[in-house]
C-alpha cells in the first residue's frame, strides 16, 4: 500500500531485481484468469512501477477499483454471491485501492479528491478492523493537512496513528510515525520538540538494525540543524549517513544524502564541490529511475548555478526539472520549478516573464492547497509587483504571504500542538498506569488466589482428617459389633461343644454298658459249654464205647 512519508523523498526507488519483479507481475497480469488475480497483481505492479511510470501505475490502481467495486456491489444476488473469505478479499483490496489511488491523486495537486479516497479508505479500515492500514491511511492524511498548513489537524491523527503502531509492536513503523511528527514539529518552529522525535526514531532503528530508516533519521536531523543554521551538525549527521549507506548500497538514499551535503556546501560557497555531489546524485536517480528524484537533482544542480550568478545555466536544470514534473504529473514539484525559474527571471529584471511564472506556480499550489508554495509564489509576487509598481497588487500579495506564513507557525497553532502532544503524553502514561495498575492488581489477585487455595487446602485437609477419623470410627464400631457377635457365637459354641462332649459321655457310658453286659453273657454262655479238652475227653469215650 503507497503511504508519504515525511523527508525529501517519499516513494520506492527500482532496482534491477526490482524491475525483473515488474516483469514478471506483468506476465502474471496478462495472463490473469480470474478477478481476483488480476486486482491483487494490479495493485502489486502499479506500486513497483510507480516511480518510473506514474501514469501506468495509477491507471493500474483504478483499475483495482473498479473492480472491487464491482465485485462487492454486485454480490448481493445469488448468482454473484461472494464467498466470505472472497468478501474479504475484495473490501481489502479496495481500500488498497482507494489508498493507491488517493496517493496519485495528491501527487498531482488533487488535494481534495484525495482526501475524499483517504477518507472513504479509512473508513473501510476502521470496518474491517485492519490496524496497519488504519495507520498508513491517518499519516496519508496528514501529508494533505501539512500541506494545507493545518498542523492543529494533522498532530492528532500523527497520535493516532502512533499510538495504534505501538499497540501492534511495530518497531519500523512507530519510527515512521516519529518521524511525522518530528517533521510537523519543525515545520511549526518547535525545534526541540522535532529533534526529540528525530532521536527517539533514530534510536528505535539503531536497536532493530534498520539501516535505511537510520539514514532516514539521519538525513531529517541534519536538515533540521542546516534550517537552524548549524552546518558542523548537519554535516555530522549526514556524512555518519553516507557511512551507513555505502554498507547497505541504498543508492537512493545515497543520492538525497549528497544531495543535502551538496546545499550545505552551496551555502558556504562551495559550489564546485557541491555540483560534484549533485551529478553524482543525479546520476544515482537516473539508475534507479526514479524521475522525481532526478527533477529534485535537476533543480538543487540549477540552485547552485543561480547562487554562481549563471542564470542561463540554472534555468536549463530548473526548465529540467520542470518538463519531468510535467510528465509525471507532480505538481509540488512543478510548482516549485516555476517559482525557481522566476526567482532566476526576478535576478535579471524580466519582470514581465517572472510574474507568468510566479501566477502560474501560484494557481497550482492554491488548487492543490500547499501552503508553503502558496506563500512562495505570493512572495515573489509581492517583489515584482513591488517592481512593476503594481502596488494593490503588492499589498494583496504580501498580504497573502503573512497569512501562509501565519497559517503555518503560528501562537494558537504551537499551543493546539502542545495541547495535543500534552494529551498523548497524559494517556500513554495512564495507559501505562493502567498497565501497572493491572500488574499489581494481579499480583495482588494472584497472592489472594494463593492464600484462598492455602486455605482451602487446609480445609479440605481437616476435612480429609475428620473424615478419615469417621471411618476409624464407624470401622471401630463396625469391628466391636463383630467381636461382640463373636464372642456371643462363640459361647454358643462353647455351650453345644459341652453339651456335645456330655452326650458323648452318655453315648459312650452306655456303650461301655453293653459291652459289659456282651461280656457278661458270654462269660456265661462261656461257662455251660464245656472246653476243647472236655469235649475232645467225651469223644474219646464215645469212641470207645462204640467200639465195644
Not at 43 to 67: H, N, R, T, V, W
Not at 141 to 147: A, P, V
Not at 395 to 405: C, G, K, P, W
Request: contains cysteine; glycine residues 4%.
Amino acid at each position: 500500500m503507497l503511504h508519504k512519508t515525511f523527508i525529501i523523498l517519499f516513494f520506492s526507488f527500482r532496482l534491477s531485481s526490482q524491475i525483473n519483479y515488474a516483469d514478471s507481475l506483468g506476465k502474471v497480469l496478462s495472463q490473469a484468469k480470474n478477478d481476483s488475480t488480476r486486482v491483487k497483481t494490479s495493485l502489486m505492479l502499479g506500486e513497483q512501477i510507480y516511480g518510473e511510470f506514474p501514469d501506468s501505475a495509477c491507471k493500474l490502481f483504478k483499475s483495482a477499483l473498479e473492480k472491487c467495486i464491482s465485485k462487492l456491489n454486485n454480490e448481493t444476488s445469488s448468482k454473484n454471491a461472494l464467498t466470505k473469505v472472497e468478501k474479504k478479499f475484495y473490501t481489502y483490496r479496495y481500500a488498497m485501492s482507494l489508498n493507491n489511488c488517493g496517493f496519485c491523486l495528491s501527487v498531482r495537486g488533487q488535494s481534495d479528491s484525495a482526501l475524499k479516497h483517504y477518507n472513504m479508505c479509512l473508513k473501510i479500515q476502521r470496518e474491517i478492523h485492519d490496524s496497519t492500514g488504519i495507520a498508513y491511511s491517518l499519516n496519508n492524511i496528514t501529508y494533505i493537512y501539512k500541506d494545507r498548513g493545518l498542523h492543529s489537524k494533522a498532530l492528532p491523527m500523527d497520535l493516532e496513528a502512533l499510538k495504534i503502531r505501538e499497540l501492534l509492536k511495530d518497531t519500523s513503523a512507530i519510527s515512521q510515525s516519529l518521524n511525522n511528527i518530528a517533521y510537523l514539529y519543525e515545520n511549526q518552529g518547535q525545534i526541540n520538540l522535532a529533534l526529540e522525535y528525530y532521536q527517539k526514531a533514530l534510536k528505535l532503528n539503531e536497536l532493530i538494525k534498520d539501516q535505511d530508516g537510520i539514514i532516514t533519521n539521519l538525513i531529517n536531523l541534519g536538515m533540521v540543524y542546516k534550517g537552524q543554521g548549524d552546518l558542523d551538525a548537519a554535516f555530522k549527521y549526514w556524512e555518519r549517513g553516507l557511512s551507513v549507506v555505502e554498507k547497505s548500497g541504498h543508492k537512493e538514499s545515497k543520492a538525497t544524502l549528497l544531495n543535502n551535503l551538496a546545499s550545505a556546501h552551496s551555502t558556504l560557497g562551495r559550489y564546485d564541490l557541491a555540483l560534484e555531489m549533485l551529478y553524482s546524485s543525479l546520476e544515482l536517480y537516473k539508475i534507479v529511475g526514479f524521475k522525481n528524484g532526478v527533477a529534485f537533482a535537476f533543480m538543487n544542480i540549477g540552485y547552485v548555478y543561480e547562487n554562481k550568478k549563471m542564470s542561463k545555466e540554472a534555468l536549463q536544470y530548473y526548465d529540467s526539472a520542470l518538463v519531468i514534473s510535467k510528465s509525471t504529473n507532480d505538481q509540488s514539484g512543478l510548482s516549485s520549478a516555476l517559482i525557481k525559474i522566476a526567482s532566476v527571471h526576478i535576478n535579471n529584471g524580466e519582470y514581465k516573464l517572472a510574474q507568468q511564472k510566479a501566477s502560474d506556480a501560484l494557481v497550482i499550489a492554491k488548487k492543490a492547497g500547499f501552503v508553503k508554495t502558496i506563500m512562495g509564489a505570493a512572495e515573489h509576487l509581492w517583489i515584482i509587483n513591488k517592481h512593476i509598481k503594481d502596488y494593490k497588487s503588492a499589498v494583496d500579495n504580501y498580504e497573502l504571504y503573512i497569512q501562509m506564513r501565519d497559517s503555518i507557525n503560528n501562537e494558537s497553532t504551537r499551543k493546539a500542538s502542545i495541547k495535543n502532544q500534552l494529551k498523548y503524553e497524559y494517556e500513554k502514561q495512564a495507559a501505562a498506569d493502567s498497565v501497572a495498575h493491572a500488574k499489581e492488581s494481579e499480583v495482588k489477585n494472584a497472592e489472594l488466589a494463593k492464600q484462598s487455595a492455602e486455605i482451602k487446602a487446609k480445609k479440605n485437609q481437616q476435612y480429609a482428617l475428620f473424615g478419615g477419623l469417621g471411618l476409624v470410627m464407624i470401622f471401630a464400631g463396625f469391628m466391636f459389633n463383630r467381636f461382640k457377635v463373636t464372642q456371643k457365637q462363640k459361647g454358643i459354641i462353647e455351650k453345644q461343644k459341652l453339651l456335645v462332649e456330655n452326650q458323648k459321655k452318655i453315648v459312650e457310658e452306655k456303650q461301655r454298658e453293653i459291652l459289659d453286659s456282651i461280656h457278661y453273657a458270654r462269660r456265661i454262655q462261656m461257662a455251660q459249654i464245656p472246653n476243647n479238652s472236655r469235649i475232645l475227653a467225651m469223644l474219646n469215650r464215645t469212641i470207645k464205647k462204640s467200639k465195644n
